[in-house]
């Protein structure tokens, strides 16, 4: 069952993701400060704090916040597991696009690869939770989800660093069939 969220809560959220992302659209995550968040969020400090510990703390749920949305986006009838990760794939990767000029300042971060352990742990843990739903039988397996969670939530993490260290140009229709394939080859038989 679905946490409701206070509207005060959920405005300040939404500040918070907006500034956040007008901010790091401007600069690397290493020079953004919580005070410059709050001040463009329209929030005290105090408010922030209340909430996360630093801005760390935030990242990780901004990126928490971001995969969920994207899995509330995929429709409640998905067939598998492969349908399921092309589909945040694609998103991701519009993502991406989007925001652009976001993507190449946490590129140039001296923080990338702890941003990227930070996306690698989220993604680790939506995928376990998409397993749990599509494959309760496999519950029971003390570690199996989790691990076939981890490989995964590895690989997609690998290939996004890579297209966002490479700064090239990405043939989408080729690396989804490529997520597709290699997710119905290990997951969906």
């Known amino acids: 069952m679905e946490k409701k969220i206070d509207l005060r809560l959920r405005k300040t959220y939404q500040s918070l993701h907006a500034a956040f992302t007008e901010l790091m659209e401007e600069k690397h995550?290493?020079?953004l400060t919580v005070g410059e968040l709050c001040d463009r969020a329209a929030i005290r400090r105090t408010t922030f704090y209340k909430h996360f510990a630093d801005k760390y703390d935030y990242f990780s749920f901004y990126i928490r916040e971001m995969t969920s949305s994207l899995q509330h986006h995929l429709p409640q009838d998905t067939p598998s597991l492969s349908a399921a990760v092309v589909h945040v794939c694609r998103?991701?990767?519009?993502?991406?696009?989007?925001?652009?000029?976001?993507?190449?300042?946490?590129?140039?971060?001296?923080?990338?690869?702890?941003?990227?352990?930070?996306?690698?742990?989220?993604?680790?843990?939506?995928?376990?939770?998409?397993?749990?739903?599509?494959?309760?039988?496999?519950i029971?397996?003390?570690?199996?989800?989790?691990?076939?969670?981890?490989?995964?939530?590895?690989?997609?993490?690998?290939c996004y660093s890579r297209l966002i260290r490479e700064n090239s140009a990405v043939d989408e229709v080729m690396f989804l069939k490529l997520v597709e394939?290699?997710?119905?080859?290990?997951?969906?038989?």
């Open 29 to 31: 995550f290493e020079e």
């Open 91 to 138: 998103e991701m990767l519009d993502f991406l696009h989007v925001h652009s000029r976001m993507v190449s300042n946490i590129r140039g971060s001296s923080m990338f690869p702890l941003l990227l352990d930070i996306l690698l742990d989220q993604f680790t843990r939506d995928i376990t939770e998409l397993l749990r739903r599509l494959h309760p039988e496999d």
């Open 140 to 158: 029971r397996e003390p570690g199996k989800l989790e691990g076939i969670a981890a490989f995964y939530a590895g690989g997609l993490v690998g």
């Open 181 to 189: 394939q290699a997710t119905k080859l290990i997951l969906d038989g």
